[in-house]
Each structure stands twice: as structure tokens, then as C-alpha cells.
């Protein structure tokens, strides 16, 4: 009878630990997302010079001409990813795998503002793009067919995406799911 009592005991300090841990990792993903628009402007504190030298490095862009007109180009893509990121990780639907094409779209942009800058940005980057999509777009749209063969059986929508839907127990499993 006394095992039974700490048995539940020890279920329920866990469920608050995970409660606790939860918590806290959604209030920084809402934070991260609410500073978005002051980590996008931090680009204003770089100098409009062609050398940005400070403590911590020194900058010279070659490409803009401008410190200040490299990091705008960096932020314009850096935050989006960002925010991909955070919706991929989150997202429990079943058609996540879709935000992966986004994702690489502006991981390569930002690989070639941040390595290219010597050539144009933007350009010949879905050529790198195919295979990935060649492998997410199928995936998807099986998942669709298999979805809406499942939805004949008379499960509803969402007995469906609850069986179509990955749940690991935190991000970092989550991270390893996918990596």
C-alpha cells in the first residue's frame, strides 16, 4: 500500500518538474519572439563606415560597402530563420516537414551574405534547394494520401494528425528526432 502512495507521489513531482520546465521554456521562446523586433533593429547601432572596428572584432564589408548595409542584409535574414526555427521545433501538426523548405531557403541566403560577400546574393540558391524538396514535397504529400485514406475509417481529423503527430519528451529530443 506504501509503495503504491510513493509511486504516485514520485508520478506527480515529475509531472511538476516537467510542468516547471515547460514553463519555463515557453516563456523564453515568447520572449525570444517578443524581442524580435529589437534584435532586427540592433543593426542601427552599426556604423555606416565601410570598417566596423570594436572590441570584439573587426568588420569589413566588401560586398555592401557598408557595415551597416550588411547587417540590415544579415538581420532580413537572420530572423526569419529564426523564427522558422522556433515555429519547426514547436509545431505539432503533421505537415512541419514542410517549414524545412523555408528553413533552407534562408539558411542558404544568409551562408551567402555571410561567405559571399563578394558576388550576387539570391541567385541559383533553388538549384541547391532541389534535392531537399525532392525529398520533403513526396514525403508530404504521402503523409497527405495516408491521411486522407485514414480519414474513410471514420477517424476524425483529429484522432488523425494526434496519429501523424511526433510528440519526444523535450527539445532536445526533438532536435536529435530530426538530426
Known amino acids: 500500500m506504501m509503495t503504491t502512495h510513493n509511486k504516485s507521489k514520485r508520478k506527480s513531482s515529475n509531472q511538476v518538474q516537467s510542468a516547471r520546465r515547460n514553463l519555463i521554456a515557453g516563456s523564453l521562446i515568447a520572449t525570444l519572439i517578443a524581442l524580435t523586433p529589437y534584435i532586427f533593429y540592433s543593426y542601427e547601432n552599426v556604423p555606416d563606415t565601410a570598417v ?24 532580413m535574414k537572420f530572423l526569419p530563420l529564426l523564427l522558422l526555427f522556433i515555429w519547426f521545433f514547436t509545431c505539432r ?3 512541419y516537414h514542410a517549414l524545412l523548405v523555408p528553413i533552407g531557403m534562408f539558411s542558404f ?21 532541389l534535392p531537399m524538396m525532392a525529398i520533403i514535397v513526396p514525403s508530404i504529400y504521402l503523409i497527405r494520401a495516408k491521411l486522407f485514406n485514414k480519414m474513410n475509417s471514420n477517424k476524425s481529423l483529429q484522432e488523425l494528425e494526434e496519429e501523424f503527430t511526433l510528440r519526444p519528451k523535450n527539445l532536445l529530443s526533438k532536435f536529435k528526432d530530426y538530426f
Open 93 to 95: 501538426h503533421w505537415w
Open 52 to 75: 566596423w572596428d570594436n572590441f570584439l572584432f573587426t568588420f569589413e564589408s566588401k560586398f555592401y560597402q557598408d557595415a551597416n548595409a550588411a547587417a540590415w542584409v544579415v538581420m
Open 109 to 129: 541566403q544568409l551562408i551567402g551574405v555571410l561567405v559571399d560577400e563578394t558576388g550576387v546574393i539570391d541567385e541559383l540558391h533553388l538549384i541547391y534547394m
